[in-house]
């Protein structure tokens, strides 16, 4: 994978947003406002519909470009999919693998999370693997169990190799598209727990280099607090990320918080 934890990772998932002329237009912004925070590194995720146009709006600069979902298969008679090897072509790097929303909605469940990356690393794609409780497990305290199980079974089979390839994004689900963040130090926790299983599980030198972003309704006024935590490295942003302002404040508001984390 292309970029490294010395800097902040934003990444902006578009969801069901923006035609193709609505996408070139946001992206454009995104590019020309991009020199004001060189040393961040950006993912934009939009639609499928927008992937290679915005590719090649992309094509000389340095930021990356992202899908929303893959499916395991190559190809054959499966209405509906895209394959790993489509999402290349298209110019993709990284993919988004068991957001919520497609938990909640289209029914993936760790099994098919796993399968899912398992079938885009092997072609080059990174995989941003979510997860995340809800708020009811947060209110019994059942938050690390399903962390912990999550990450298990998302992860089941993969080798410390295939974890350079691997972007854990902590989105908690009652923070998703709801206006409420976790505070920095409940992120914080659970970050710190992602990364010790990654200890145990992987050893110190993968561990220490994960990438793990926070999701939950990020927007430039709590980015600086929660990406000053020390296991925060990035932050996966869906409504801020739709306002190239807003998604380049954000990036600042990272960059600053490294300043301070050095
Ligand atoms: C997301 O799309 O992963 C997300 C965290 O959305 P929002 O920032 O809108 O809460």
Known sequence: MNISINNPIIAGNWKLHKTIPEALDLVKDIKKAAS????????VIPPFTALAPVRDVLEDSKIHVGAQNVYWEEK?????????????????????????ERRQYFGETNETVNRKIKS???????????IGETQEERESEKTT????????EGLEGLTAGDLENVIIAYEPIWAIGTGLTATPEQAEEVHAFIREFLVQNYGNDIASCAII??????????TYDLLAQKNINGALVGGASLDAESFIQIAKQGLKAYEEKK
């Not at 885009?120 to 979510?130: E, F, Q, R, S």
């Not at 972003?213 to 709590?222: C, E, T």
């Open 36 to 43: 004001e925070v060189e040393k961040a590194e950006l993912i």
């Open 76 to 100: 054959g008679a499966y209405t509906g999919e895209v394959s790993p090897s489509m999402l290349m072509d298209a110019g993709c790097r990284f993919v988004v693998i068991g957001h919520s």
């Open 120 to 130: 885009a690393l092997p072609h080059g794609l990174a995989a941003i693997m979510c």
């Open 145 to 152: 169990e399903k962390i912990n199980r999550q990450l298990e």
């Open 213 to 222: 972003l926070y999701g939950g309704s990020v927007k430039p006024a709590n």
